[in-house]
């Protein structure tokens, strides 16, 4: 009881709560990993039949696009292609596969944040002697991924309720093509990783860093957290521009 106090704490007073759970740490990343995927879980199970619906959308008006190029012939030919592909045997057995897919990979991918977070604060602790265990820095990276899981189950209550996509991440909405045809710009890249979730995991983030049980400092955890925004801000901005790039050349 004593822990999970501590966890709650450490949402709102990052430093108190981990040092309150400093005992804990070692393994509290356990029962923070399986909320985590949990939640990435319960979104995508919801998600993704709103998220076929719309790449269904998307490719019709694309096709549309295309077809408006061809001759009438080409046209007819390749429409009556696409007809007899959504009719297809195979359309209930490919929205599953999709569905499997789809909840595999957001799974990995919660893990592979987790252990991305953990590794590089892991990495700059010893960069800077500072003799923190791993399994520490597991429990640390999963603590500020709580948001993210609330984000999720909030999000996916949601799509429950409404029957809408969220389509855009963050605040990417803001800066969204008019036309899901548009390629995304940069802002949209930049924003689409931003929302008070993140701000709030970063909070959190910093918060357990300069707490006493980690012994890291403010000026190091400073350091730490702007080089680890900008390398992550660049690696998930990359993908973003370049399919706004391969969409804007069709």
């Known amino acids: 009881m004593s822990t999970l106090k501590n966890v709650l704490l450490s949402l709102f007073k990052p430093a108190t709560g981990v040092d309150g759970a400093a005992a804990s740490l070692k393994w509290l990343w356990i029962p923070l990993a399986l909320v985590l995927m949990g939640s990435v879980a319960y979104k995508t199970v919801v998600s993704t039949?709103?998220?076929?619906?719309?790449?269904?959308?998307?490719?019709?008006?694309?096709?549309?696009?295309?077809?408006?190029?061809?001759?009438?012939a080409d046209r007819k030919e390749f429409e009556k292609a696409t007809a007899d592909s959504k009719t297809g045997p195979d359309v209930t057995a490919g929205s599953a596969i999709v569905s499997t897919s789809a909840m595999i990979f957001a799974v990995l991918g919660a893990v592979i944040s987790i252990l991305y977070i953990a590794t590089f604060f892991f990495v700059a602790a010893k960069t800077w002697a500072n003799p923190v265990a791993y399994t520490t820095m597991l429990s640390i990276a999963t603590l500020c991924l709580i948001p993210h899981a609330l984000r999720n189950i909030g999000q996916a209550i949601y799509m429950s309720a409404t029957g809408v996509f969220l389509q855009h991440p963050g605040?990417?909405?803001?800066?969204?093509?008019?036309?899901?045809?548009?390629?995304?710009?940069?802002?949209?890249?930049?924003?689409?990783?931003?929302?008070?979730?993140?701000?709030?995991?970063l909070v959190i983030l910093f918060g357990a860093l300069v707490s006493t049980t980690m012994g890291i400092g403010r000026k190091r955890a400073v350091t730490g957290m702007v080089t680890f925004v900008a390398i992550t801000g660049i690696l998930q901005a990359v993908p973003t521009l370049i399919a706004g790039a391969f969409l804007g050349s069709m």
């Open 49 to 72: 039949p709103l998220s076929i619906v719309a790449s269904q959308a998307t490719a019709e008006a694309l096709v549309k696009k295309q077809s408006a190029k061809m001759s009438d």
């Open 171 to 201: 605040l990417g909405g803001l800066v969204a093509p008019a036309s899901p045809l548009d390629p995304p710009g940069l802002p949209y890249a930049v924003l689409s990783q931003i929302d008070i979730w993140v701000v709030w995991g």
